[in-house]
């Protein structure tokens, strides 16, 4: 057991080392790290919605933004990593080394999550500590329900990313499954196919129902309640959520669900990935 951990472990440095050198890791820091700065420059701070001011206002600006980003950026990177290595023949050295699949799949997982977390977190850390040097006054709840729903979210699509990547053939399709993925929850977020479930007149439940079984608009919703607890903006079908789980318990949700959804998604893979051929 001790074995297999020290594995885990150095499959995950080496994946941390491997991306902290590549391109795409400097471009997705500066990203983010970018955001935090650019929203300071314009004065975000100083803007008002709904009552929010100063690093509440920053912050919902933020989550919003990094919803659209983060997903889509996890997705494209991790795809690579199985369906990578699988092109590369990196598969033919690890299976004449005494590491378990287990360990390296795992492994790799935990660096990536690592890679993918560190860098929206620090940045939104970055905010806090700005604030507290300009002496502002700090949204501590929201920073803290805002680091849980993105360390669900990041989780969640790096479970798909790893599920995909399991099942692509290569590196090429695996990128274009990813962006079908995408593509597919975003056409749930904006309401496009639910709307056409609504000219089929699918009970207004149901229809409700298959949105919540989407991360994003998990994502989007209980970022909204925190600013919005009555969830105007949602219309009528806020009260179908609100009579259901409550604010506290959709909440809970939100951070819950992604986790499962994530966890589900990369066990599926990784028992494909082991039952599969490497080579």
């Not at 074995?3 to 902290?20: C, F, V």
């Not at 092109?87 to 033919?92: H, K, L, M, S, T």
């Amino acid at each position: 057991m001790n074995l297999r951990l020290n594995h885990l472990w150095l499959t995950a440095k080496a994946d941390i080392s491997e991306s902290l050198r590549s391109k795409w890791f400097m471009i997705y820091a500066t990203v983010f790290g970018g955001i935090i700065a650019l929203l300071f420059a314009f004065g975000l701070t100083e803007s008002r919605i709904m009552g929010f001011v100063g690093l509440s206002r920053l912050l919902i600006t933020y989550i919003q933004l990094s919803m659209a980003i983060l997903p889509i950026f996890i997705l494209i990177t991790t795809v690579r990593s199985v369906a990578g290595d699988r092109d590369a023949g990196v598969f033919e050295y690890l299976l004449s080394l005494p590491v378990s699949l287990s360990s390296w799949f795992w492994g790799k997982m935990v660096g990536r999550f690592t890679v993918v977390f560190l860098p929206v977190f620090l940045a939104m850390s970055g905010s806090i500590v700005w604030g507290l040097i300009q002496g502002m006054e700090i949204p501590w709840s929201l920073f803290l329900y805002y680091t849980a729903f993105l360390f669900a979210l990041s989780w969640c699509f790096l479970g798909i990313g790893m599920l995909i990547s399991t099942l692509a053939r290569s590196p090429d399709v695996a990128q274009g499954s990813a962006f079908l993925v995408w593509l597919f929850l975003l056409l749930f977020l904006d309401l496009i196919l639910l709307g056409v479930l609504i000219q089929q007149q699918v009970p207004v439940e149901t229809v409700v129902a298959i949105a919540l079984t989407n991360p994003l608009q998990v994502f989007r919703t209980a970022s909204m309640l925190l600013f919005d607890p009555q969830l105007v903006l949602l219309g009528p079908s806020a009260y179908l959520i609100l009579d259901h789980f409550g604010q506290f318990w959709y909440l809970i949700w939100a951070m819950l669900y992604p986790l499962l959804l994530g966890t589900v998604s990369a066990t599926i893979g990784y028992l494909l990935f082991r039952r599969g051929d490497q080579l």
